[in-house]
């Protein structure tokens, strides 16, 4: 999952965001309204943690903002102030959910899982292709029923390559997909976690390379020829 916090306080911000990177989250920071706006309109997220009281651009406001372009992510609301006013404001602006500050740390990582899941009729199916199995609400692989023990970029991006078959991704699409925006990872870490992808496939029996290198181009997840 990539989140976006919007919260103009460092002393909260930092911390939130290090403890959701301890739980594998994808996490970019934006420190007033105007700054959400821009990263939402540069990379599409899957859940905005949003402060209702920033600079340059409140919360409610880009909230508004984000639902009339129709930004599908998930947005949580952060505020000091408890009311039944401004957490109607909040939920009639778009918001899906609103906790109070000061919060648990806990009860904001139970509110994400709670956000992030969905009625049976629209939850992500599993992944399938041959032998290869990936559950995306667990975050699990298996290959011929052998679990691959992927790291959480591994895993990333072996289904950002599964979920189209066929299209080829550059090293620079996976990045900007797949990493903080100011991470310090180039496009040789895309390499080095394809080469573990593709060593652990074999490990758990995979004989042919599912994972094909478009020369000068990128990478495609290729189906498994039947033998």
């Known amino acids: 999952m990539k989140i976006l916090i919007v919260e103009d306080d460092d002393r909260i911000a ?8 301890c739980q594998h989250y ?7 309204g ?9 990379i599409k997220y899957d859940l905005i943690l949003l402060d209702l009281m920033l600079p340059r651009l409140d919360g409610i406001s880009l909230c508004k903002r ?33 906790l109070v500050k000061p919060f ?8 994400i899982r709670a956000l992030a899941r969905r009625p049976p009729e629209i939850q992500q ?4 292709q041959g032998k290869l199995v990936l559950n995306p609400p667990l975050h699990t ?16 991006i072996l289904e950002c390559l599964l979920q189209k078959p066929g299209q ?8 900007d997909k797949l990493w903080e925006v100011d991470s310090m990872a180039g496009e040789g870490t895309i390499k080095t976690h394809i080469t573990n992808l593709r060593h652990k496939l074999k490990l758990a029996g995979n004989k042919q390379k599912l994972i094909e290198t478009v020369y000068g181009v990128g990478y495609c997840f290729r189906a498994e020829k039947s033998s």
Do not use: H
């Open 125 to 128: 199916p599993l992944l399938e």
């Open 26 to 32: 994808l996490v970019d920071l934006a420190f007033d």
């Open 34 to 42: 105007v700054e959400g706006w821009e990263y939402t309109q540069a």
């Open 168 to 175: 080829v991704f550059s090293r620079a699409m996976l990045l």
């Open 66 to 98: 984000l639902r009339a372009c129709s930004y599908s992510a998930l947005i949580l609301m952060l505020t000091a102030r408890d009311t039944t006013t401004d957490k109607v404001i909040g939920l009639d602006a778009g918001a899906d959910d609103y």
């Open 14 to 21: 930092k911390p939130l965001a290090e403890d959701l990177r």
């Open 104 to 111: 648990e740390l806990e009860e904001l990582a139970a509110r």
């Open 141 to 156: 692989a298996t290959y011929a029923g052998t679990p691959l023990n992927l790291t959480p970029k591994e895993y990333l």
